[in-house]
Structures are given as C-alpha cells and as structure tokens.
T-cell receptor, first 113, second 109 residues
Framework: EPEVTQTPSHQVTQMGQEVILRCVPISNHLYFYWYRQILGQKVEFLVSFYNNEISEKSEIFDDQFSVERPDGSNFTLKIRSTKLEDSAMYFC???????????FGNGTRLTVT | ELKVEQNPLFLSMQEGKNYTIYCNYSTTSDRLYWYRQDPGKSLESLFVLLSNGAVKQEGRLMASLDTKARLSTLHITAAVHDLSATYFCAATNNNDMRFGAGTRLTVKP
C-alpha cells in the first residue's frame, strides 16, 4: 500500500539554524499538510497546500516557516532560525480529496539544542 | 476559528467494560474523523463521518456524528488491552483539519 514517507526520521539542530524537513506524499494525492506534535500532546495544524499554493495556515505558521513543492514528488517544510520551542514531532500528511482521511507519514523528530 | 474539544483526556478502563469518548467542535464542520495513535507512532485513520446521523463500526469501536449538536462519539464495547492508545477526533472546515487534544485510553486486565 502506498504511504507517505518523511526524512529524516530524527533531526538535531542548534538554535538559530535552519532546517528542512522532507516529505514524499502519496503520488495521486492532491492535498498536503504539515502538523506538529510536542511530546505526545495535541496534534497542531500548521499548513495545508493545494494546487501549488498554501490553502490554509494556522497562527503557528508565521514567517519562520515556509513550505515548498520543488518538484512533482517532494513537499518540504523549512524552519528558519529554529528556537528551542520548535522541538517536536513534525508529521506530513496527504489525502486525495476533501472527504478522505489524512494519510500520515511516520514523522520527523526535531530536536533543537 | 474551528476548535475541537475531547473528553475525557485520560481514560483507564478494565477489560470487558464499555465507555464513550466525546468530541465537540465549535463551528459547522464538513466532516469528522477519528484517528488512533500508538506511543511513538504516527496517526492511523479509524473512521470518516460525512453526514448527520452517520454511524460507523469496526470491531469493538463505533463512531457516530450529530452535526446539529456538533458532537461525535467513539464508543468502546467490551474493551481489550489491544485498544490501549490515544484516540483523536478531528473536524474540518474547508481545507483545515483541526484535532482534539486526544484521549489517552489504557485498558487494564
């Protein structure tokens, strides 16, 4: 069964550095998402992406964050100037349409030191 | 802004017992979802509820949706240890899926 893949599985970075989290959504899916989850707590919506542009974003998704679909398969989340509080598990998800559930990747654990 | 609230946040049950998890959402939502997350793992879709009165069942879990009350329930029947996990409901408004805080379920022998 096709799945959403995320790399790396774990990223350690120093405060102030930039990180890029990578995702390959399921190939026939049209909608892409980033969520984050801090230490097993609430799953927080960051951004949704459709037709090569952001369709919704949350209050968390400020100028520090950006997303890109650089080619036909990858979907990336860039975090500029990371802060300690950015440490979390970041999940990428995709779905083929509005009535479908999200298919989640296994997540990237980001640790900012 | 769409807000989703679940209760209880923590639930400890004995095997064989029944219980219900509640999910309220704040504004008109297109769809309601239930997900399961095992510790250290990703989220797995359980149910998609698309209309008022929708009921879905899978094994010992049954989900329902009342759009007028903006309420969904996840009912657990005769719980078994394998059901121990965190359960999230999520509601959508356009392209924006928001999750509840999750219910951490522990089923004890």
């Amino acid at each position: 069964e096709p799945e959403v893949t995320q790399t790396p599985s774990h990223q350690v970075t120093q405060m102030g550095q930039e990180v890029i989290l990578r995702c390959v959504p399921i190939s026939n899916h049209l909608y892409f998402y980033w969520y984050r989850q801090i230490l097993g707590q609430k799953v927080e919506f960051l951004v949704s992406f459709y037709n090569n542009e952001i369709s919704e974003k949350s209050e968390i998704f400020d100028d520090q964050f950006s997303v890109e679909r650089p080619d036909g398969s990858n979907f990336t989340l860039k975090i500029r100037s990371t802060k300690l509080e950015d440490s979390a598990m970041y999940f990428c998800a995709s779905n083929p349409g509005h009535n479908s559930p999200l298919h989640f990747g296994n997540g990237t654990r980001l640790t900012v030191t | 802004e769409l807000k989703v609230e679940q209760n209880p946040l923590f639930l400890s049950m004995q095997e064989g017992k029944n219980y219900t998890i509640y999910c309220n959402y704040s504004t008109t939502s297109d769809r309601l979802y239930w997900y399961r997350q095992d510790p250290g793992k990703s989220l797995e879709s359980l149910f998609v509820l698309l209309s008022n009165g929708a009921v879905k069942q899978e094994g010992r879990l049954m989900a329902s949706l009342d759009t007028k009350a903006r309420l969904s329930t996840l009912h657990i029947t005769a719980a078994v240890h394998d059901l121990s996990a965190t359960y999230f409901c999520a509601a959508t408004n356009n392209n924006d899926m928001r999750f509840g805080a999750g219910t951490r379920l522990t089923v004890k022998p």
